[in-house]
């Protein structure tokens, strides 16, 4: 048997376990660095103003609203009702108006 004294304190590392630590430490840090981007980037969207949309003063009043939408040239409203109303971008004029079956 080998004597007590012949082994070293601190045997040499194998090659195989410094990649495991050197990889494990990379990805931690990698996966650290994508946490703080995401959340700096939530962060960053959730304190811009959100796109007002303008107050829809020719919508019949026994509309209930359930989505709005806007395309470069009109305010798209769809109603509880499946009706489908077309408005001029301020939101004043009524261009056209569809009725799902």
């Given amino acids: 048997m ?11 590392e194998p090659a195989n376990l410094r990649f495991l630590r050197r990889l494990v430490t990379t ?6 660095i994508g946490l703080i ?11 811009a103003s959100s796109t007002m949309f303008p ?6 009043p026994e509309t209930e609203v ?4 806007r395309t ?7 109603d509880k009702y499946r009706k ?6 301020d939101g004043t004029r009524l261009l056209q108006e569809y009725e799902l079956k």
């Fill in 2 to 12: 080998a004597d007590q004294s012949e082994v070293p304190a601190n045997p040499p």
């Fill in 27 to 32: 990805l931690t840090a990698t996966m650290i």
């Fill in 37 to 47: 981007a995401i959340f700096t980037v939530l962060v960053i969207r959730l304190q």
């Fill in 55 to 60: 107050e829809i003063t020719a919508l019949p």
């Fill in 66 to 69: 359930l989505s709005i939408s």
């Fill in 72 to 78: 470069s040239t009109e305010l798209i409203v769809i």
């Fill in 84 to 89: 489908i109303y077309m408005f001029s971008l």
